[in-house]
């Protein structure tokens, strides 16, 4: 997906939305300096098709942006990112530098991805990682990584999972690692999910919807505690909180925690709190705290982040948003029967629907407040605030208005 795509109806104009043309990047030095610029170009259907990334270059007296590298983009018919090559400016000329590329199956799961380097006038892969699953009863049963091992040129290390399931949820998981053999590494156990699984990239679901997970190491036939985690979510896809523990003489011992705050009247990310535990306390050493300046067409004008040091906040950066207004887009009635009900409270149906399907609800601000594949031909809208938002359908049909009550 196109993460700079997010559309914003024009409350001025049917049909249109803005989308960001340029960010300027600036970092604190006792005043805002000028550190980089990002332009950006998008195709017919709205994907994100090129980035440039310009640097600032100070000079005796003034400054000026130089041209520095570009990504172009490429995507498969229901905007998924297939390649991304990187190249550098110099001499006035854009030379291949670096590359990344993707596949999938037909289930939507990732299964290929290569980055390469340009050296000698050809691509050479220098990471990779290949994904082969199983299935049963249209579950993932396994799922074997392989890495590429650079010396050898070829796809070599590899990690097996095996997949348990109870009620046709995963509870535990077996790891494996090679060694001219497959041998037990770990375990891990007592899994609990936010959202069910239902098709499409198993292991980003995995991911993105754990609450609870144990780790243990397989050492011969004793399994001893390595790694524990806690999640806390507001709803889908919006984190509150972090805890993780580590193993030590067989207990269960706190080692770290993220905190997550929001602003309240668009559920913008707020302030992000880093802990470690130390001396039976919480001492927090990292942090981002954001504040935002809309424009008065209710975008994002410009935002200061602000990093946690000497326990206080300081200004570190600061990004200026430039915004185009695409107008034309193609919005589908709701009274085609493409959404319903329409307003909505709890669930909201999309007939004639794959769960092979990606779907986001973006919020008039531009917040991607959700994104994932529908279940049994609807999308819970539930922890949604009452109000106006879009969804976003696949395969570059259009997006459809809908309020939630």
């Known amino acids: 997906m196109a993460f700079l795509q997010i559309p914003i109806l024009s409350l001025a104009q049917e049909n249109s939305y803005f989308r960001i043309k340029q960010k300027t990047i600036q970092y604190w030095a006792g005043s805002w300096e000028n550190y980089e610029r990002l332009s950006y170009t998008y195709d017919s259907t709205g994907n994100l098709s090129e980035k440039i990334k310009e640097q600032f270059t100070l000079n005796t007296s003034s400054g000026s942006w130089n041209l520095f590298s570009k990504e172009n983009m490429v995507y498969d018919t229901i905007d998924r990112p297939l390649q991304t090559i990187t190249s550098l400016y110099s001499n006035g000329l854009w030379n291949n530098y670096y590359k990344i590329d993707l596949a999938y199956d037909s289930l939507g799961n990732q299964i290929y991805k290569t980055s390469s380097t340009w050296l000698n006038g050809q691509w050479n892969v220098q990471l990779g990682e290949k994904r082969l699953y199983t299935f049963q009863n249209n579950l993932p049963d396994s799922l074997i990584f392989q890495s590429w091992n650079a010396t050898a040129n070829q796809f070599e ?82 984190l509150s909180s972090e805890i993780y523990q580590h193993g030590s003489n067989g207990l269960w011992t706190d080692s770290s925690k993220t905190e997550y705050q929001y602003y309240s009247a668009n559920g913008r990310l ?97 917040g991607l407040l959700w994104e994932g594949y529908s279940i049994a031909e609807k999308i819970n809208v539930s922890f949604l605030s009452p109000g106006l938002y879009l969804i976003r359908t696949p395969r570059n049909e259009g997006m459809v208005r809908f309020i939630k009550e």
Not at 166 to 183: K, P, R, Y
Not at 196 to 217: I, R, T, V
């Open 270 to 366: 707020k302030e992000i709190d880093e802990f470690s535990f130390a001396n039976n306390e919480w001492i927090q050493y990292n942090g981002s705290y954001t504040i935002y300046t809309d424009n008065s067409d209710g975008n994002i004008d410009y935002q200061i982040e602000k990093n946690w040091q000497n326990q206080n906040w300081e200004n570190q950066k600061k990004i200026i948003y430039t915004y185009e207004l695409q107008t034309g887009f193609k919005e589908l009635s709701a009274e085609t029967g493409i959404v319903y009900p329409n307003p909505v409270q709890n669930e909201l149906y999309l007939p004639n629907r794959s769960n092979k399907e990606i779907f986001q609800i973006i919020g008039l601000d531009g």
């Open 157 to 238: 290390n590899k990690t097996c999972y095996i997949f348990h399931y109870s009620n046709n949820t995963l509870t535990w998981m077996d790891v494996l690692q090679w060694n001219n053999g497959w041998t037990s590494f770990q375990t891990i156990q007592n899994l609990l999910f936010y959202l069910p699984y239902a098709s499409g990239d198993f292991w980003k679901w995995y991911q993105d919807n754990f609450l609870e997970y144990e780790k243990m190491n397989n050492n011969g036939s004793i399994l001893s505690p390595y790694e524990k985690g806690f999640r806390n979510f507001l709803n889908p896809g919006v």
